[in-house]
């Protein structure tokens, strides 16, 4: 199957984006383009406890330190991180994704409620979450609004949102203006995504940047220094973790 290009999406710069940022038009990871292909193999499952465990990590550590009760995974994937990070601290958990990422998370035993959901389209949650988790989601869907709606409804006026996403600048150069994976749609510089979060109804918290992997994050402090002094054109804290709160009065894209 030869995946459809979806057409109508938005100026790059309504998503806070450079003037002239080159998106991708296909959702490339949706269950509907990936019919003909098997995208949770067996390497792609044991990578994906690599990839973003900081995050997770860092969701637990919430989960623990404030008290937090009940959490909501969005784009839950397999949920092996879940299983190693969020269900020994926290035992009400709902991980929403498409059916083929939640058929493996199931077979897995992954103790969760599991709720297959549109990324692209998600409904109205039916309940208020302590926190809401949607770690590495947001490039994958064409259009964010509705998914950042559905992360704002879920958290209620109380609740923590934990977003995060690669940054553009540290993991594909400054002066990048294309997306050059084709399963991301589109990619932030990090205060790119700080102003477009802000536009979208959030109060950002904390931010954090990690590796993409489970590498320790002091192993690469010397590169972010050297980032930072422009002496790199790229640094291995390359995934941007954003820690946020709803804000109900805020304007919101």
Do not use: M, Q
């Given at each position: 199957m030869v995946p459809r290009p979806e057409r109508g999406l938005a100026d790059p710069t309504a998503y806070c984006l450079p003037r002239g940022y080159q998106q991708q038009n296909i959702a490339r990871t949706r269950d509907d383009v990936n019919r003909t292909a098997v995208y949770w193999?067996?390497?792609r499952i044991a990578e994906s406890r690599r990839y973003q465990s900081h995050v997770y990590r860092w969701a637990g550590d919430l989960l623990q330190r404030c008290g937090l009760t009940s959490m909501l995974d969005v784009g839950s994937g397999p949920g092996v991180k879940l299983a190693e990070y969020i269900t020994p601290v926290c035992s009400d958990i709902t991980a929403v994704d498409q059916p083929s990422?939640?058929?493996?998370a199931t077979s897995l035993r992954i103790a969760a409620m599991m709720r297959p959901i549109d990324l692209e389209a998600p409904p109205t949650p039916d309940r208020c979450y302590d926190l809401v988790l949607?770690?590495?989601v947001i490039e994958h869907v064409l259009d964010p609004a509705p998914l950042l709606g559905y992360l704002r409804a879920a958290a209620g006026a109380g609740g923590l949102v934990l977003v995060?996403?690669?940054e553009r600048a540290r993991l594909?150069?400054?002066d990048c203006l294309v997306c050059k994976k084709p399963d991301h749609v589109r990619e932030w510089a990090r205060l790119e995504f700080l102003t477009f979060l802000s536009k979208s109804g959030f109060?950002?918290?904390r931010t954090r940047l990690l590796p993409q992997?489970?590498?320790r994050v002091g192993v690469h402090r010397e590169a972010e220094r050297s980032f930072r002094q422009a002496k790199f054109d790229r640094s291995p804290l390359c995934c941007h973790a954003v820690l946020c709160r709803v804000n109900r009065v805020g304007n919101r894209s």
């Open positions: 193999t067996a390497e990422a939640l058929a493996v949607c770690s590495d995060s996403t690669p594909r150069g400054r109060d950002v918290i992997d489970d590498a």
